[in-house]
C-alpha cells in the first residue's frame, strides 16, 4: 500500500506536464470580424533563454513578421497583443487572448477599440518567428 502511494505521487509531475498543451509552432486561422473576416497567423516559440517569442502574419493588410508585444504563455491559454501592427494608436493595439485545445486548435477573442472579434487557429507547422531586425 505505502509503495503504491509513493510511486501514485512521484507520477504526479509527469502527469501535469504531459497534460499541458505545447503552444509552439505555427498558427492559422481567422477572426471573426463584423462584415468579413480577418485571416491571420502567428508563429510561437521560445528563444535560446527560454524565453517566448512570436510574431505575425495579417496577409489581408500586408502585415508580414509583426513582432508580438506582452507575451504571455500560461497553462493552456496565451494573450499577446500585436503593437501597431493592426494600425493601432499606440495605446489600444489589438489583444489577443486565447485557450489552447487539444489537437492542435486554439481559439479565443481579439479586443480593439471596445469591440471584440472570436477566432480559431490550427496548428499548421514549425514556428517560423520573424525576429525584428537590430539597430546597428
Given at each position: 500500500m505505502r509503495l503504491t502511494l509513493i510511486l501514485l505521487l512521484a507520477s504526479i509531475p509527469a502527469l501535469a506536464s504531459a497534460a499541458a498543451p505545447d503552444v509552439a509552432g505555427r498558427w492559422s486561422g481567422r477572426a471573426q470580424i463584423p462584415g468579413r473576416d480577418l485571416p491571420f497567423v502567428i508563429d510561437l516559440a521560445k528563444?535560446?533563454?527560454?524565453?517566448?517569442?512570436?510574431?505575425?502574419?495579417?496577409?489581408?493588410?500586408?502585415v508580414k513578421g509583426a513582432p508580438l508585444?506582452?507575451?504571455?504563455v500560461g497553462e493552456g491559454d496565451i494573450a499577446f497583443?500585436?503593437?501597431?501592427?493592426?494600425?493601432?494608436?499606440?495605446?489600444?493595439?489589438?489583444?489577443?487572448?486565447?485557450?489552447?485545445?487539444g489537437r492542435g486548435a486554439m481559439s479565443g477573442e481579439m479586443?480593439?477599440?471596445?469591440l471584440a472579434a472570436p477566432f480559431v487557429l490550427k496548428r499548421v507547422g514549425e514556428a517560423q518567428v520573424e525576429l525584428a531586425a537590430r539597430s546597428t
Amino acid at each position: 500500500m505505502r509503495l503504491t502511494l509513493i510511486l501514485l505521487l512521484a507520477s504526479i509531475p509527469a502527469l501535469a506536464s504531459a497534460a499541458a498543451p505545447d503552444v509552439a509552432g505555427r498558427w492559422s486561422g481567422r477572426a471573426q470580424i463584423p462584415g468579413r473576416d480577418l485571416p491571420f497567423v502567428i508563429d510561437l516559440a521560445k528563444d535560446s533563454a527560454g524565453t517566448w517569442i512570436g510574431s505575425m502574419i495579417v496577409p489581408g493588410i500586408d502585415v508580414k513578421g509583426a513582432p508580438l508585444a506582452n507575451l504571455r504563455v500560461g497553462e493552456g491559454d496565451i494573450a499577446f497583443d500585436a503593437g501597431d501592427a493592426l494600425g493601432a494608436p499606440p495605446d489600444a493595439p489589438a489583444v489577443f487572448t486565447a485557450r489552447i485545445e487539444g489537437r492542435g486548435a486554439m481559439s479565443g477573442e481579439m479586443r480593439q477599440a471596445g469591440l471584440a472579434a472570436p477566432f480559431v487557429l490550427k496548428r499548421v507547422g514549425e514556428a517560423q518567428v520573424e525576429l525584428a531586425a537590430r539597430s546597428t
